[in-house]
């Protein structure tokens, strides 16, 4: 056993098993027995403990003291290949942190898939009080006793996805925790488990080759502490966010693009124009084959928006989905013109100049990832290219057969074009680009336009960056940490069971570890329907300081949180509802949200405080809320 120990944290590794143990301040926190240390080649797995050379050295420097490992001469498919790799685990003497890196030496002629490594912690106890947090979507904690089982992970659980908002897990015993950061997310993921019952969660990195080659080093970092709870571990991370230079404040952005001080407080609105599937769409239903289609003029929606202001709206903001010719998710990114049926470019300008006479925000839904097939300039050179030759396909949303377009093309097709909107008088001011802070990054092998994943998050950021240029304010379909930086507001930031129709079964404790981070950083609306006896989405509205929707037309109704209400409430009933969040967001939008508490263990009440003394208590039993101020 070798044994470092630094800055007052303790960390040791077993020569034998290869599994770390690390303590601090009596916080103590071992690699699981069963865990094995594996890379992945195809379809096979191989232990670290196959390589027929294995050496591990003390090595100290300027920074701190760790243990260096070197690993060489494996065996694949039955032959010797020159791969060979170093693992580095070491404490920063500045600050006791203990960093695992995982670093190739030489891959040539072998193709990494991934590599499973750290290890995962050991959490084997029945108890509430041992809890894993996720970040899926908003924020999941899951008891060790929790009777769902977690089950698979969305998007294969890759950061810089809905999967995981924020590339960071942590685990919390009787008070002591810990939190895993990694450093490079782009090409990371985590595996998590936690059967029906427990009494037990694991949860562990996978890291992803990178076109076909795993290429630099990996690195995750972990803080321990003590007589901590998820707050904390919240705070650890934002003040780490800071220091790397990804937190932007509200305030600071509006510095850039004043509109965002419109936008807080407005009531969201969210209307179509034209809806279409297309026959080689999964969707397409050939016994009703114009089910989902239709068409709402232009004009209509400018009469919407006339009689609301008529009736004393004071701030509003439309999300226009479908406005283009072919219809919601149709030919992407050739979009225009606008839908002739519904009015064209006089239409759309008219409802644009509607929404500004009225003194409202105009934003409109648009896509730079979905690749049609069918679109006017489609060219399959600028699907992303896999290293296997192809470019992936499928035919899953109304426009029919796509591939995924390279984000290097993103930004010019951006400003092709907006710059046509401006053209005939149409100035959006917001923007909403679809999944770009939902699905994970993509990959590009061709070498015209070559692509790693880290690159597809830059593109994906210059395109937010164009629209505030613009003075646009920037959108997209969910939140993640990457994007924070330029991104305004979402489409929703929801916790992970507003996803589900209401009675499925729910996978931990809904808790808003992104909002404890990034509240004043981004504006989040939230869902308000009162959907049964037991869930009232206005109160989560409210806890989490968010702006309300009005108004919410799911474009794919059943799926994504969009599912119907047992109650429906009467205009004046909703707005009245809308009213008391939107105060409150205007109150409380640029400031942090500082702490959260769950004051049952089951979470059916719970409290938020901010930075401005705001406090809100919710009760998820009795349907009530209270807003107050802390003395």
Request: contains cysteine.
């Amino acid at each position: 056993m070798i044994h470092v120990t630094l800055a007052g944290t303790d960390l040791g590794f077993d020569e034998n098993s290869l599994l770390f143990s690390v303590s601090r301040n009596g916080s103590c926190w071992n690699w699981d027995k069963d865990y094995n240390p594996t890379f992945t080649i195809g379809q096979e797995e191989i232990p670290f403990s196959s390589a027929s050379s294995v050496s591990h050295e003390m090595r100290e420097t300027g920074l701190g003291r760790g243990i260096l490992s070197r690993y060489e001469g494996f065996a694949i498919n039955g032959e010797a290949s020159g791969l060979s790799f170093a693992t580095y685990a070491w404490i920063e003497g500045a600050t006791g942190d203990v960093f695992f890196e995982w670093i190739p030496l030489r891959e040539e002629n072998v193709s990494l898939k991934s590599v499973q490594w750290p290890g995962y912690m050991e959490f084997h106890e029945g108890r509430d009080d041992w809890y894993t947090l996720l970040n899926q979507h908003q924020g999941l904690l899951i008891p060790n006793t929790w009777e769902t089982a977690l089950g698979k992970l969305p998007f294969d659980g890759f950061m810089c996805s809905a999967a995981s908002y924020m590339p960071w897990f942590g685990q919390v015993k009787s008070g002591d925790g810990y939190i895993a950061i990694s450093e490079q997310p782009w090409d990371c993921a985590y595996c998590a488990e936690h059967p029906a019952g427990g009494p037990y969660t694991t949860v562990g990195i996978r890291w992803n080759a990178s076109l076909g080659k795993m290429r630099y080093r990996r690195v995750v970092r972990y803080t321990l502490l003590t007589d901590c709870d998820y707050n904390d571990l919240c705070k650890v991370y934002r003040a780490y966010v800071k220091e790397k230079g990804l937190f932007c404040s509200l305030k600071e952005k509006a510095a850039k693009a004043p509109k965002v001080e419109q936008l807080i407080g407005s009531l969201f609105l969210h209307r179509g124009i034209k809806n279409h599937v297309c026959e080689e769409s999964d969707m397409h239903d050939p016994a009703h084959p114009g089910k989902y289609d239709r068409v709402v003029p232009f004009r209509t929606r400018s009469e919407e928006i006339r009689a609301l202001h008529d009736q004393g709206f004071e701030k509003l903001f439309l999300h226009l989905d479908g406005w283009g010719d072919p219809g919601y998710d149709n030919q992407h990114p050739d979009y225009l013109p606008p839908c002739e049926e519904a009015g064209g470019w006089e239409g759309m300008k008219e409802l644009a100049d509607t929404m500004h006479e009225s003194g409202y925000l105009f934003g409109i839904h648009d896509q730079y990832r979905d690749y049609y097939f069918n679109g006017k300039t489609f060219d399959a050179s600028f699907g992303c290219l896999q290293t296997d030759g192809k470019i992936p396909e499928h035919s899953h949303w109304a426009g029919g057969h796509q591939t995924y377009l390279c984000a290097t093309q993103a930004p010019y097709y951006v400003k092709r074009n907006f710059s046509q909107l401006a053209e005939h008088g149409i100035r959006p001011d917001c923007a909403y680009l679809d999944v770009f802070t939902c699905n994970e990054p993509d990959e590009c092998a061709n070498p015209m336009h070559y692509m790693t994943r880290r690159d597809c998050l830059e593109f994906r950021g210059q395109c937010f960056e164009y629209l505030l240029s613009q003075g646009i304010l920037s959108s997209s379909e969910e939140v993640t940490d990457w994007s924070m930086k330029s991104l305004v507001f979402c489409h929703y930031a929801p916790y992970q069971f507003q996803m589900y129709k209401p009675g499925t079964p729910r996978k931990g404790i809904a808790v808003p570890l992104f909002n404890l981070v990034y509240h004043d950083c981004v504006i989040i609306p939230w869902m308000m329907e009162k959907m049964d006896d037991h869930n009232d989405y206005m109160l989560y509205a409210l806890l989490n300081g968010g702006a309300p929707y009005l108004i919410r037309d799911g474009a794919y109704p059943g799926i994504d949180g969009s599912f119907e209400p047992e109650y429906t409430f009467t205009d004046q009933e909703n707005y009245r509802r809308c009213q008391v969040v939107s105060k409150l967001h205007e109150r409380i939008a640029a400031c942090e949200m500082v702490s959260h508490r769950l004051l049952t263990p089951d979470g059916r009440q719970q409290e938020t405080l901010f930075s401005d003394g705001t406090k809100v208590r919710i009760d998820l039993d009795a349907l009530t809320y209270e807003i107050g101020h802390e003395q």
